[in-house]
């Protein structure tokens, strides 16, 4: 609402800046109206400049505050009863769920040279008909062995899949309001 009675005192100091019953008739008018389009274009692009800034300043001091509150949440997780299963721990809240999703290994895969190697040692089966890896199957056929993904039926390292270690992160879910 406010914005909107800027806008329209803008525009009418504006107006106010034009003459009355404006008309372009004649080439003094046409330039100056090319003139007067350029400044309001060149103000607008300022303003979206500035205001973009604006809008990246503010979501990286939300992400800083937010990153404070998540720490001190993470620390109270370590002081709580969590509810464990296999893959995180959960602290409920009246307001929502702290979820610390535990570590869990993950694969970095070059499908082509994974693709490679599946045919070069005859496991054709776990190769999806699209012609990619059959990423499923082949997760439950690796074991990490010392840092490596080796195909657990033959012990052969598997060219293409590099495991690493997931950070653990805590999740909120807020509770749905009802």
């Known amino acids: 609402m406010m914005e909107n009675m800027l806008m ?9 800046d034009t003459p009355t019953g404006f008309c372009v008739d004649n080439d003094v008018k046409a330039d100056w109206t090319l003139r007067k389009i350029a400044e309001i274009q060149a103000e607008r692009d300022r303003m979206v400049d500035f205001h973009e800034r604006q809008i990246e300043v503010t979501k990286a001091q939300a992400e800083i505050r937010i990153s404070y509150l998540m720490e001190h949440l993470r620390r109270y997780t370590a002081c709580v009863p969590m509810k464990e299963t296999k893959t995180q721990s959960k602290y409920s809240l009246p307001s929502g769920d702290l979820v610390m999703k535990k570590p869990a290994v993950a694969f970095r895969r070059d499908d082509e040279k994974l693709l490679k190697w ?20 082949i997760k439950k056929a690796i ?20 495991p690493y270690m997931t950070e653990a992160e805590l999740v909120i879910r807020p509770k749905k309001e009802e």
Do not use: Y
């Open 8 to 16: 329209n005192q803008e525009l009418q100091e504006e107006l106010q």
């Open 118 to 137: 599946l045919k070069d040692s005859d496991n054709g089966d776990l190769i999806a008909v699209k012609m990619s890896p059959a990423w499923a199957e």
């Open 143 to 162: 074991t990490v062995v010392d840092g490596k993904a080796v195909f657990t039926d033959t012990g052969e390292i598997v060219d293409g899949v590099e």
